[in-house]
């Protein structure tokens, strides 16, 4: 598994940060797959979402407050 520091993806939606961790088999700094796992500095986590031409994002949904 590789982690690589990646800084074209959507912003955090907790911290608005665009650089993010993300951890991939197969993936480079510029070719990301589905599945990919994405985790923000600020801990929001997230997976890889790609479609052949562009990959984004699907955050994991926030928890709600008790």
Do not use: F
Request: with cysteine.
């Amino acid at each position: 598994m590789n982690e690589l520091k990646i800084n074209w993806l959507d912003e955090c939606p907790e911290c608005g940060q665009s650089t993010h961790t993300v951890h991939t088999e197969n993936g480079s700094e510029k070719w990301l797959y589905d599945g990919d796992k994405v985790i923000c500095n600020c801990g929001q986590t997230g997976e890889i979402e790609a479609d052949g031409e562009a990959a984004w994002v699907n955050w994991d949904e926030e928890n709600e407050p008790n």
